[in-house]
């Protein structure tokens, strides 16, 4: 079989893949960009309800998990938040804040697509899409062959992301080709996913469906103030996706549910200002409707005159320290990232090479760094990608 030659092979045209393979071919590399899908960057079009998170402003190693919590340091210093918005800017995409530092597309998630395509073409990246992996191997190049024929090159980046939303065709073909070449791959599991609860818990949330409030989600020594939304499997929102990533099965989590609000005080007050008022009204006064009459009704109803102060103590110990033990999370099929990858420790931070087989590059989900939600996973892409993209 003839084999068609390139400096470089990148396989997975997402985030991290299309940023490593326009920035080594405005290098001058001769540049294949692989991909199972029907068309580059899916993810990237589903992202941020359409819109893509891009970015976040306060982008810093911190805001990720790995195994090794400073890895992600020497990428993110090379490719900043900063320098993305700036690629943003120059294709004249409008783009706003939404909360916490959050980038959004003003119009829609195809614009990056877009950008990021228009970028490969002036670096005269060959993208290739709708091309099936069948085996990876090395002996003086590294031999990729696929359903459309062989292809070769000095240098491999790996580059397919994690094993989450599998319907959008993820795979676990990076961490398998790691592996076969000795890379070390660490335990994954779904991150920024919701979580699913079982028997009283379960039946409570499954009536507050579509119920949502501002809380302080704890989980593991990691405390985040976003939304929690009742689901009828069990908690999502931002809180709880934040949490999920610190969350080990068989561990608690502890939700505030009046963050600033010295809920004992403030239901003794209500005894002696409004002895007649009903419970589920005055915790009205506090949480949504129907998540004040359940919790009422749990604690026993009737008014304030009524209740005995340990009582109202007990229930404002819960709505400040409501501690929860999920069964397990919603899955791959619901996770925005998969948590762990290929282990950091082989890897070089400033390239992302693989110390013991030149040539070998993982980039974005496929390695075990895992950001925050809020467009933290997408910078990661963006830095590791544009490292590669350098090095190759």
């Known amino acids: 079989m003839n084999a068609q030659t390139f400096d470089v092979i990148v396989l997975g045209a997402g985030a991290a893949g299309l940023m490593c393979a326009m920035t080594a071919g405005q290098r001058g590399r001769r ?58 800017d ?29 970028e490969c073409a002036v670096g005269g990246v060959d993208i290739r899409t709708q091309h099936r992996v069948q085996t990876v191997s090395r002996t003086d190049a590294f031999q990729v062959d696929t359903d459309h024929g062989r292809f070769t090159a000095p240098a491999l980046v790996l580059a397919t992301g994690g094993l989450s ?33 079982a028997g009283d818990d379960l039946a409570l949330m499954q009536g507050l469906a579509g119920v949502s409030l501002p809380v302080l989600a704890r989980c593991a020594r990691k ?20 949490i999920s990533s610190y969350w080990q099965p068989g561990a608690e989590i502890t939700l505030d549910l009046l963050p600033g609000v010295n809920a004992g005080a403030e239901l003794i007050a209500r005894k002696h200002t409004r002895p007649k008022a009903e419970l589920r009204n005055v915790l009205g006064e506090f949480l949504p409707q129907r998540l004040a009459v359940a919790l009422a009704a749990q604690a026993g109803d009737g008014v304030m005159a009524e209740r005995r102060s340990k009582t109202l103590a007990d229930l404002a110990a819960r709505l400040k320290t409501w501690t929860l033990r999920p069964s397990g999370s919603e899955g791959y099929g ?41 467009g933290y996973n997408f910078q990661w892409a963006w830095s590791s990608g544009f490292c590669a993209g350098q090095a190759v």
């Open 31 to 88: 540049v294949l960009l692989l991909d199972h899908a029907d068309e580059a960057g899916k993810k990237i079009l589903i992202s941020g309800g359409g819109r893509c998170n891009f970015t976040n402003l306060e982008a810093a190693a911190d805001r990720f998990l790995s195994g090794n919590p400073h890895f992600a340091k020497a990428a993110l210093a090379r490719y900043t938040q900063h320098d993305f918005l700036a690629l943003i």
């Open 334 to 374: 619901k996770a925005e990232v998969t948590s762990g990858g290929v282990d950091t420790a082989g890897l070089s931070q400033r390239t992302l090479q693989a110390k013991a087989v030149p040539g070998l590059f993982v980039i974005g989900e496929a390695v075990d760094v895992t950001g925050w939600l809020g």
């Open 90 to 118: 120059k294709h004249n995409i409008a783009w706003h804040e939404k909360t916490l530092g959050q980038l959004f597309c003003d119009g829609s998630a195809r614009q990056v697509v877009q950008m990021l395509l228009a």
């Open 223 to 242: 405390t985040f103030a976003e939304a929690a939304l009742f689901t009828h499997r069990g908690l999502s929102g931002p809180a709880i996706l934040q």
């Open 165 to 197: 939303i599998p319907k959008m065709g993820a795979t676990g073909l990076s961490h398998d080709i790691a592996a076969r070449f000795g890379l070390a791959v660490t335990e994954c599991r779904p991150a920024l996913v919701p979580l699913a609860f």
